[in-house]
């Protein structure tokens, strides 16, 4: 253990132990399920999670420091909004890197020769164990898109300013986690000399719960 992980006192160490679970319900691509954990006062709560498959999403600069962008509907919130090239990972052995160039060419039609990895973004770790794995990708080059269905062919691409891109992610006119995370990272190793992960470093919150349950 390192960083401020290392520092806690051995009482902040409490092993939240569950001693039962449920599901709720199993669906394609996530399954909820309810947990019943012991808290460090010696009693229980009831912990509701949803498992996902994981995703990556991807930073795609061009060599004028443009950022690939993405304008799509997500139905939660009902309406379209920006972000990055992304999507989810087909099995639970999935190189997080293939995963990565295959969604770059669906969605946008490109591919790139240079790959790393910028930030690992856990979405809403209070309630789901979903964590995007976000790359930094450069040198581009334009392919035939793969469309695999109506919602990727609905989809409108732009290219945008780095520095235009985070500032609207800092304005909230991007509020996909993936994005403003990747978009920010991507800004500091642009103007700040931040230096990006190795594209095989380890992925320790990779989701494995629910791509292993029919494993």
Do not use: C
């Not at 902040?12 to 394609?28: N, P």
Request: hydrophobic share 45%; charged share 30%.
């Amino acid at each position: 253990m390192s960083g401020l992980d290392g520092e806690l006192d051995e009482e902040q160490r409490h092993r939240f132990e569950v001693v039962s679970t449920k599901d709720a319900y199993v669906g394609r691509i996530l399954a909820l399920r309810v947990d019943e954990v012991v808290m460090p006062g010696g009693g229980q709560a009831r912990r509701e999670v949803v498992e996902h498959q994981g995703a990556v999403a991807i930073a795609a600069l061009d060599e004028d420091d443009n950022v690939v962008l993405i304008h799509q509907y997500r139905h939660p919130l009902g309406r379209r909004i920006w972000e990055l090239p992304a999507g989810l990972l087909d099995h639970a052995d999935e190189d997080p890197l293939v995963a990565a160039k295959r969604e770059l060419v669906e969605e946008v039609g490109l591919t790139a020769e240079r790959w790393s990895v910028l930030v690992d973004v856990a979405a809403s770790p209070g309630f789901t164990d979903e964590v995007v794995r976000v790359f930094l990708a450069t040198g581009l080059s334009t392919v035939d898109r793969i469309m695999e269905g109506d919602e990727e062919a609905d989809i409108v691409a732009r290219r945008v300013p780095l520095a235009e891109a985070a500032r609207m992610a800092l304005a909230g006119e991007i509020v996909n986690g993936a994005a403003v995370g990747g978009v920010l990272a991507a800004q500091a190793v642009r103007t700040r000399n931040a230096q990006p992960r190795p594209v095989d470093a380890p992925w320790q919150d990779l989701p494995t719960r629910f791509p292993n349950r029919d494993a």
